[in-house]
């Protein structure tokens, strides 16, 4: 009787554990499928393709009379609106136009995209870019050209900013310390030439030398990169995506792709840890099973 009883008692007892085992595998695939869901977010891409259209009258602006009105940089920022899945297209529209062109300087092309899982997607994408004066233009209509087969509302222009800096001061230190250690190298070689007979004062020469030699070279770079930003300008380029809200059903069925792959993904998951546990629940029940057949939980 006390044997029966015993094993009814585990035969209650085994569904619950199964159950148990079922329920926490699946827990920690679900677990484990959020954590890559918030950790994958950003990506990147680009297309190609493109059609120019002039850019908005509203925004055009004149390069001319720039050239020769002294040490100004000039910085632009030009931000725009397109549809979520042109962005890439934009950028590397742009981004092939000024590799293309002879004296555009790409300095960086970047695009992000987050999916806020809220029916919105936000995509962005931007580009940096050193043109001479008269391509800046050329340049900008390019940016806000709708792509073949887009509408010419399809571009939308959010603003356009134009700064102005003055660098005369500082090309005119840099002109001056430059010509005071060219002077100064020049006087140091008439003395290295004086001094060939004399060691000790040679060595000093020749380490005042070197000295003056790496301070020209740093001035000389100074005044490359002032005159960089004076004959070129800075354009900086925005593309963000309109808002769209995808609605509940069409955002239930974009997710649905990827809900199908993480049950899957469970489902596999699952199998594996069951082939892992499933034998010790069955070596665990037969040493049990062999322990009521040989009376061990009898009372005696």
């Known amino acids: 009787m006390m044997k029966q009883k015993i094993r009814y008692s585990l035969r209650r007892l085994a569904g619950p554990v199964v159950l148990g085992v079922v329920l926490a595998s699946l827990a920690g695939c679900k677990h484990r499928h959020g954590e890559n869901r918030r950790t994958e977010m950003s990506y990147g891409s680009f297309s190609l393709q493109h059609a120019p259209s002039p850019i908005p009258a509203a925004m055009r602006f004149s390069m001319r009379g720039k050239v020769g009105q002294g040490n100004i940089a000039y910085e632009h920022s030009l931000a725009l609106r397109v549809s979520a899945d042109k962005v890439g297209a934009h950028l590397a529209t742009l981004r092939d136009y000024c590799l293309a062109q002879q004296g555009c300087e790409l300095v960086s092309a970047s695009e992000d995209a987050e999916d806020q899982n809220e029916g919105s997607e936000n995509r962005s994408a931007r580009l940096s870019a050193r043109l001479p004066h008269d391509k800046v233009e050329a340049f900008l209509k390019i940016a806000a050209a709708p792509l073949a087969g887009e509408t010419a509302d399809a571009v939308v222009t959010q603003s356009l900013r134009t700064s102005e800096r003055d660098l005369n001061r500082e090309v005119t ?19 290295e030439a004086q001094s060939a007979g004399k060691t000790d004062d040679l060595i000093k020469v020749a380490k005042e030398l070197s000295e003056a030699q790496s301070t020209l070279e740093s ?19 925005t593309y963000r995506s309109a808002h769209e809200n995808l609605g509940p059903l069409r955002q239930r069925w974009k997710d649905s792709g990827a809900l199908l792959s993480e049950t899957l993904a469970d489902l596999w998951d699952f199998l594996i840890q069951a082939v892992v546990w499933a034998p010790l629940v069955v070596i665990g029940l037969l040493i049990v099973r062999r322990a009521i057949r040989h009376g061990w939980f009898s009372r005696k």
Not at 173 to 191: F, G, H, K, S
Not at 224 to 237: A, G, I, M, P, Y
Request: hydrophobic share 35%.
């Open 219 to 237: 001035a000389l770079k100074e005044k490359k990169d002032l005159s960089r930003q004076v004959d070129t300008e800075e354009v900086n380029v």
């Open 173 to 191: 230190d840099v002109d001056r310390r430059l010509a005071q250690m060219t002077a100064y190298r020049d006087r140091l070689e008439v003395l």
